[in-house]
């Protein structure tokens, strides 16, 4: 911090015109104050978010709209609204004020948290083309692209990648749901011959008995 006032005094002297000072910046920190920049934008989005409860209100709200019987879906419903919400606000807000209230909520159908926060995760490529993603910005500015043009072109795809992460992850789950259930079902029918064919043997051995 003692530096700069030495810097703008060094930038008034040696460079008079604010032409010359915004080249000057621009040659030598243009990524770095972008970055700068753009964090500090974050922290205050990020601060106001967070210290008028405004994520805690939307995320009772997005709770509460969720029917009772999506509850068993709730780790795919997870996933699906993790892509808008890191998008729009920042990890901290999102996987700090929201998803804690998502797992304890998700807990009360028989799911475990750790489901949940794996879902959450499914939303990333939809994050890092998110405007509070500050090396998204250095990036860009490095192959002196505009920010703008990289969310047109690309956010599509990371949609789609989104999408297919959680059809997989939704597919696969019910793929293995149907497996346990067909397995306790093949227990359940041995089970059921054992104790008959135990019955039988029981049967027959009083009768030869008599």
């Keep these: ?42 922290g205050i989005f990020t601060g106001i978010l967070s210290g008028t409860k405004m994520v805690d209100a939307m995320a009772h709200v997005l709770i509460a709209h969720i029917p009772s019987a999506l509850g068993s879906h709730f780790a795919i ?3 699906i609204i993790s892509a808008p919400f890191t998008f729009f606000m920042s990890n901290d807000a999102f996987y700090f004020g929201v998803l804690p209230l998502l797992a304890k909520a998700a807990s009360t159908y028989g799911i475990d948290p ?6 959450s995760l499914l939303g990333l490529p939809v994050h890092l083309l ?11 500015g490095m192959v002196r692209e505009e920010f703008g043009d990289l969310q047109r072109k690309f956010l599509k795809w990371a949609c789609g990648s989104a999408a297919a992460y959680d059809s997989c992850s939704y597919y696969s789950r019910h793929y293995l749901f149907l497996t346990e259930a067909k397995e306790k079902d093949r227990g359940f029918v041995s089970v059921s011959l054992t104790k008959k064919r135990s019955k039988e043997r029981n049967v027959g051995g009083a009768c030869r008995m008599l």
């Design 114 to 119: 750790a489901v949940i926060g794996r879902a």
């Design 130 to 140: 998110s405007p509070l993603v500050p090396s998204t910005y250095l990036l860009v």
């Design 77 to 79: 419903i997870t996933a």
């Design 1 to 42: 911090m003692a530096l700069l006032p030495k810097a703008c005094g060094q930038l008034m002297v040696n460079y008079p015109r604010l032409e010359q000072q915004k080249e000057r910046i621009a040659t030598y920190a243009g990524n770095a104050l972008s970055v700068v920049s753009m964090v500090f934008a974050a």
